[in-house]
């Protein structure tokens, strides 16, 4: 079935209207018409080929909220009408060790992301929530528990597991002292999300005009990273750093405050290369990860745990029409603290 959806064929051109396929759905699938989805700086990295493999014509975004409209008949968790959500995924072999673990994002036959992944069904490649609607195997969607503000929801669904799954890795609560670089739409997912956890959360940030939300989104201290002072006075020995800076930027200092085997994590993915000092993280032991998503079993997980606590995203809605421009918002950190699409915008 053809749907319309936004996207660009070319990594200059502007993101623009233009129609899909969607498979026929099939007996384990699930068909989703789609209320919210979040704008992701991954969308904006895809779309622009910062990453050096990006299939064209490109349509992003993997923070979907929707609504069930058809079901396959096999398909035994979700039910028309449902609220349910799509992340990053929509498929993986599923019988490799990586699946096996709830890792589906490290399925070693290649997991299959919302946009850019190989589609098996139709042949090309996967188009994301930039678009009406989607079909998807149910083991790859998600039950909504929150019973309102959904398109607060929908950025949980790439920023909020991509930050809830390292802060659960690394044992982050209470008595951890918890470093988060950049307020941005990861960025507040973790100060919200690390503090909701019990740890003691210190924001670094490049500005000033998001000191003030930092303290009321959980941290209790913040530090302007553009003051030598402010950095040179930071109290170090913190057990664990979320690093979610999308450019390019010094990872040193940061290190620099870890204390003895403390982790700092990156899941921020700058286009270029990043340089650490040995000396940054041979004294101390230090560690310097990486993490990516997390596994659908997490997601769920996360989704619930946020349900609980009454964790959504901090949004500002847009327009299908206004998606531009709020790329080049979020090029310049200007946004509070998330882009969603209205896809009724879509519609009309
Ligand atoms: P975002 O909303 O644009 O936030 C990024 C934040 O980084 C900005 O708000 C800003 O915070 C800070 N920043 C930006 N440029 C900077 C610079 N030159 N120096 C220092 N700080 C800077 O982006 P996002 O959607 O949160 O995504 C962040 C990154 O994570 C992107 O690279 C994205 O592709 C990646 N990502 C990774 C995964 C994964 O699984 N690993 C998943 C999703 C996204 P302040 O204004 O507070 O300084
Ligand atoms: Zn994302
Ligand atoms: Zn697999």
Request: charged share 20%; with cysteine.
């Amino acid at each position: 079935m053809s749907i319309s959806a936004f996207g660009n064929a070319s990594p200059k051109e502007l993101l623009a209207p233009m129609t899909v396929d969607r498979r026929p759905v099939g007996a384990t699938d699930v068909q989703i018409d789609i209320l919210y989805c979040g704008v992701c700086h991954s969308d904006v990295h895809q779309a622009r080929n910062e990453w050096k493999n990006t299939l064209y014509p490109c349509v992003p975004g993997h923070e979907i909220v929707g609504t069930v409209v058809a079901v396959g008949n096999k398909v035994t968790k979700y039910q028309v009408d449902d609220i349910v959500g799509v992340g990053c995924l929509v498929d993986s072999c599923r019988t490799c060790e990586a699946c096996k673990d709830d890792e589906e994002q490290f399925c070693s036959n290649g997991a299959v992301f919302t946009y850019n992944g190989p589609d098996k069904h139709l042949g090309g490649h996967t188009f994301g929530g930039y678009s009406t609607g989607v079909v998807v195997d149910e083991e790859f969607v998600l039950k909504v528990r929150h019973t309102d503000n959904l398109a607060a929801v929908a950025p949980l669904l790439c920023a909020g597991i991509t930050t809830y799954s390292p802060l659960r890795r690394w044992g982050v609560g209470p008595g951890k002292r918890v470093g988060v670089i950049g307020l941005g739409g990861l960025g507040h997912m973790a100060v919200k999300l690390a503090s909701a956890m019990g740890a003691e959360v210190i924001l670094f940030t490049t500005s000033p005009s998001k000191v003030d939300d930092a303290k009321r989104l959980g941290a209790s201290d913040v530090l302007l990273s553009t003051d030598e002072e402010q950095m040179k006075k930071a109290k170090g020995g913190f057990d664990f750093i979320l690093d979610t800076v999308s450019a390019k930027h010094d990872v040193n200092p940061y290190l620099g405050l870890l204390g003895r085997h403390g982790t700092m994590v990156l899941v921020g993915v700058p286009e270029d290369p990043l340089s650490v000092a040995a000396f940054s993280i041979i004294f101390g032991a230090k560690n310097f990860a990486g993490s990516l998503i997390g596994g659908i079993k997490e997601t769920q997980e996360m989704l619930d745990f946020c349900a609980e606590h009454q964790i959504t995203s901090d949004v500002e809605m847009i327009e299908m029409g206004q998606v531009n421009e709020a790329y080049e918002r979020l090029l310049k950190s200007d946004v509070k603290y998330r882009f969603v699409v209205d896809m009724k915008s879509m519609k009309s």
